[in-house]
Every structure is written in structure tokens, then in C-alpha cells.
């Protein structure tokens, strides 16, 4: 909006919200907000980002999509594709969500730093293609990414955008599972799969409820879906059960948004309390058998 009007950057809007900085917009602000777009309110409800960091229970309504660790939306560090942004020059939302490192469509990692600066880039720049110090994004190196990147790109992007995708019903081994699973909880997985290096990574809790860089992002999901095909394998299961993070796969059991999410969770703990059992296997899971425990 702040491009299209001819202003320079996004200052202008703290004055007419009354906020010192325009990061993040409470609910309050909707109203206003649609004002601008020239949209209904009740239109702008599903387009909102709002998030409670309450000591109880912290959360993100993401677009319609309840995330329970607002960790993994980028609110303050946006990420770009730099040749997205040259071909139709917009965000998108689905770049927001941390585990989400890849363009699926141009092959490439995001772009989270000005390559000039070597700053985080930030919403309070000139233009959506424009750093703070001047530099043009569109111009900086790109990263080809792996496909384990992409393809939980893509997932994502679907689940986020609410269209259909041939990696919601994925063949794609490690990912098969996550085709009724709901946004949080197949991020969950995800993190709690991959997020540890090797079984001797200490978790911190500071470290846990960090953003993750793409860097780190793409290393666990790569990790994440590498652990999931072993286990669809029942090879290197004592390996494999010391390198989950166990109290995230008990916790997503306990307080699940769909029943999908909790019998994936329950399952993978079985995995990893049962080292030498061929019966936890993903390729093994008996959904009646889980659903008796809820």
C-alpha cells in the first residue's frame, strides 16, 4: 500500500494507527485497516495476524490457522523470494512461517538478510523490493534449495493459502502422513523431529522459542524429514528415538487441534520408546488403536 501511494516506507502509517511502529497491529486496528483497503471488516478478519504472548498459553491466529508457538511466524523478520518479488513484485503469506525456507517455484532458499547491510530485513522499508540502506533485493545471490525444503515449502504454502496441492495428499514418503494434520500441528512435528542436531544436542528452552534463521529452519526440516523416512523404514530406531524432542511430541498428544495431529504424535512416541519394535513403525499404525486413548 505504502509503494503503490508513492510514500517512502511505512512510517506514515504510525501516525494514523497512533503506534510508534508499524511491526505488528492489534485487532483494534482492523477496523482502520479495512478503511484503507476500501474492504468490509468481517473481510479482513481471516487476513489478520494476531498474536497473544500470555505466560499460559501463547498463541498465533495466523490467517484463520491457530499456531500455538508463535515462534514459528516470522512477524518482525520477514523472508523473501527475490525472484518473486521481481516477477509480481508482492508478499506472500504463506513466507511468513518460519519452517517455510524455500520458493518452490523458482527452486531457491528465501532471503532473509540484506546482502549490503547484512541486516535482518524489516517491514519499515522503503519498498516491498527495497532495503533500508538502499539496496535492491531483487538483485542479491540466491541459494538453489533441496527438496526437502520445497516439498514442506509447498505443504505449507497449501495449507496456508487453502488451495489444493499434490503435496497435501503427497506420495512423498516422509510427508504422507501430514495429509489430514493441521498447520500447527504438522509444524510441530516437524520441529520436534528435527529441531535437535544429534542426540547430544542440549535443548534450551531460550533456544526452543527462538525463531529459527532459514539456515537453522531448512537444517531441521531437512533433519525432520530424514528421521520420518527412517522410521517409515524401522531402521536405526535407537538412533532415531534419542534424537526426538520428546516433551514437544507428549505435549502436541495432550493438546491437539485435530485428532490427526495427536495419533501422529502418539505414534512417533511409540517409535521412540519402543527401539527394537517393528509394531511402532509408521508403516504400522493402527488408528483404533490410538483413538481408544482419547
Known amino acids: 500500500m505504502s509503494e503503490k501511494n508513492h510514500f517512502s516506507g511505512t512510517q506514515w502509517l504510525s501516525k494514523v ?30 487476513r489478520y495476524i494476531e498474536i497473544r504472548m500470555s505466560s499460559s498459553m501463547p498463541y498465533a491466529n495466523f490467517y484463520g490457522h491457530c499456531v ?8 518482525r523478520c520477514p ?15 504463506w513466507w511468513e512461517v518460519s519452517l517455510a525456507t524455500a520458493c518452490f517455484r523458482h527452486k531457491l532458499f528465501l532471503i532473509e538478510n540484506c546482502q549490503r547491510c547484512k541486516k535482518n530485513l524489516n517491514w519499515n522499508r522503503p519498498g516491498i523490493a527495497i532495503c533500508q540502506c538502499g539496496f535492491d533485493i531483487r538483485e542479491s545471490r540466491v541459494i538453489t534449495s533441496t527438496t526437502e525444503a520445497e516439498v514442506v515449502s509447498e505443504w505449507i504454502a497449501a495449507k496456508v493459502e487453502n488451495i489444493y496441492s499434490n503435496m497435501i495428499n503427497s506420495d512423498y514418503d516422509p510427508l504422507k502422513n501430514f495429509s489430514n494434520l493441521s498447520l500447527d500441528g504438522a509444524l510441530r512435528i516437524i520441529f520436534a523431529t528435527g529441531f535437535r542436531e544429534n542426540k547430544d544436542h542440549q535443548l534450551s528452552a531460550g533456544k526452543a522459542r527462538k525463531i529459527l534463521s532459514i539456515d537453522e529452519a531448512s537444517a531441521c526440516v531437512e533433519r525432520s524429514l530424514h528421521r520420518l523416512k527412517q522410521s517409515e523404514m524401522t531402521r536405526d530406531l535407537p538412533l532415531i528415538r534419542k534424537e526426538f524432542v520428546i516433551s514437544g511430541l507428549e505435549l502436541l498428544a495432550k493438546e491437539f487441534q485435530s485428532i490427526n495431529d495427536a495419533k501422529l504424535a502418539m505414534n512417533l512416541l511409540d517409535i521412540s520408546r519402543n527401539k527394537n519394535s517393528h509394531q511402532a513403525s509408521l508403516t504400522n499404525f493402527n488408528p483404533r488403536s490410538q483413538l481408544q486413548l482419547f
Open 79 to 93: 523472508q523473501v523470494c527475490a525472484r518473486c518479488i521481481e516477477e509480481e513484485q508482492f508478499t506472500k503469506k
Open 17 to 46: 494507527f497512533k503506534v510508534e511502529r508499524i511491526h505488528h497491529l492489534s485487532r483494534k486496528h482492523v477496523p482502520t485497516i479495512a478503511w484503507l483497503f476500501g474492504e468490509q471488516s468481517t473481510s479482513m478478519e481471516n
Open 68 to 75: 500455538s508457538r508463535p515462534f514459528f511466524i516470522r512477524l
